[in-house]
């Protein structure tokens, strides 16, 4: 059966640092994959999804995310860290068009000034 | 806003009960998903219409039913409840027939608690 594992249930960075939150998956098949973010209190925003194609995804407020098929591998990213960065996100996958999506855990970055 | 909406925000109800949750889609948009998140099995996709027909089916209780109307908004039925039922209910909504691999629009969720 599929699965998403997302490293980590809280990530604390600083301040213009950098942003790295790990997300894996298990398939025999490459699925498509997504990172959608939580803010307090609101419903989850997609920020970015590989379907086909370029293994770099850039998403929205600077994230972006690289396809490593070789490491089943779906890592975010972000150069520099803002305050407003401080949510939950979320690493899904899903087989096929037809497929249930498969949401990870979840990872809670917290923003240090 | 995503452009979903979804009713009520709160719902404090009784172990046994029956709710009805409710979401209105994004205007124009022909898929509704069903999402439950809790603390200990995280956020969970229940099920799926694409115009009015069940197309995807997930982690759903049988105590627990769905459909979607011809205007396109949806209701999630939660029957018997039990306290672990308490969660946040979340609805979504995509544009066309490309199932899963679409953009999902979340609604704001309905915080259900059981007592």
């Known amino acids: 059966a599929q699965s998403v594992t997302q490293l980590g249930s809280h990530v604390s960075v600083s301040e213009g640092a950098l942003v790295l939150l790990r997300c894996n998956y298990s398939?025999?098949?490459?699925?498509?994959l997504f990172w959608y973010v939580q803010y307090p209190n609101q419903g989850l925003q997609l920020l970015l999804k590989?379907?086909?194609?370029?293994?770099l995804v850039k998403g929205i407020n600077g994230f972006e995310a690289e396809f490593k098929k070789s490491e089943t591998s779906f890592h975010l990213t972000k150069p520099s860290a803002h305050m407003s960065d401080a949510a939950e996100y979320f690493c899904?996958?899903?087989?096929?068009?037809?497929?249930?999506?498969?949401f990870g855990k979840g990872t809670r970055l917290h923003i240090l000034p | 806003d995503s452009g979903v909406t979804q009713t009520p925000k709160h719902l404090i109800t009784a172990t046994g009960q029956r709710v009805t949750l409710r979401c209105s889609p994004r205007?124009?948009?022909?898929?509704v998903y069903w999402y439950q998140q809790s603390l200990d099995q995280g956020l969970q996709f229940l099920i799926q219409?694409?115009?009015?027909?069940?197309?995807a089916k997930g982690n759903i209780l049988e105590r627990f039913s769905a459909q979607q109307f011809p205007d396109l908004h949806s209701e999630l039925n939660l029957s018997s409840l039990e306290l672990g039922d308490s969660a946040l209910y979340f609805c979504?909504?995509?544009?066309?027939?490309?199932?899963?691999?679409?953009?999902?629009?979340f609604g704001p969720g309905t915080r259900l608690l059981v007592l």
């Open positions: 398939s025999s098949v490459p699925p498509y």
């Open positions: 899904a996958a899903v087989r096929n068009r037809d497929d249930k999506i498969i």
């Open positions: 979504a909504s995509s544009g066309g027939s490309s199932g899963s691999l679409e953009t999902q629009y």
């Open positions: 590989y379907t086909t194609g370029a293994t």
């Open positions: 205007s124009g948009d022909l898929s």
């Open positions: 219409y694409y115009n009015g027909e069940e197309r």
